[in-house]
């Protein structure tokens, strides 16, 4: 009888436990991405020659510039363009709500699927803060939508 009562009680503290690690990680605030300085994001869409997509975004002398190579399209074929100051604070703001600064040390990968997709991303930004991360065929928390939102604002400007 004694037993039953000491599973029972541990179940509650387990489920206690849980709960309370559900919420600190889903009320966690996120730190605002403020201050880039540079962003380095690129994706693999298959294994044929030129299957990726490559973004960079570097702050030089008082200019953001842009360097965007779409899927399919040779590396001598990227293209510079200037950012204005807004575009580069709508990235700012749309990483931040996609809560981009959790992804620091993603680092994961499906070691079972030979030839699938990958990802990498690094982001500079406030002077000091950092943010890496990758992965194959496993993605963190609202990539998809990150990566929609970059071929849709940098991919048109190529």
Do not use: C, Q
Request: net charge negative.
């Amino acid at each position: 009888m004694k037993i039953k009562y000491i599973i029972i009680a541990l179940t509650i503290v387990a489920i206690i436990v849980f709960t309370t690690l559900v919420v600190i990680k889903t009320t966690k605030k996120d730190k605002p991405i403020n201050g880039l300085t540079y962003m380095h994001f690129t994706y693999t869409t298959g294994y044929h020659m030129y299957a990726y997509t490559i973004y960079d975004i570097e702050y030089k002398d008082g200019k953001y510039i842009a360097s965007i190579k779409p899927t399919d399209i040779p590396d001598e074929e990227k293209k510079e363009v200037e950012l204005s100051n807004e575009v580069v604070t709508n990235i700012e703001k749309k990483l931040t709500e996609y809560n981009v600064s959790r992804w620091d040390g993603f680092n994961e990968n499906d070691k079972y699927v030979l030839d699938g997709d990958s990802f990498s991303f690094n982001l500079k930004y406030d002077n000091d803060k950092n943010i890496s991360a990758h992965g194959y065929m496993r993605w963190p928390e609202n990539y998809r939508e990150v990566k929609n939102y970059l071929d849709e604002v940098l991919g048109s400007l190529y």
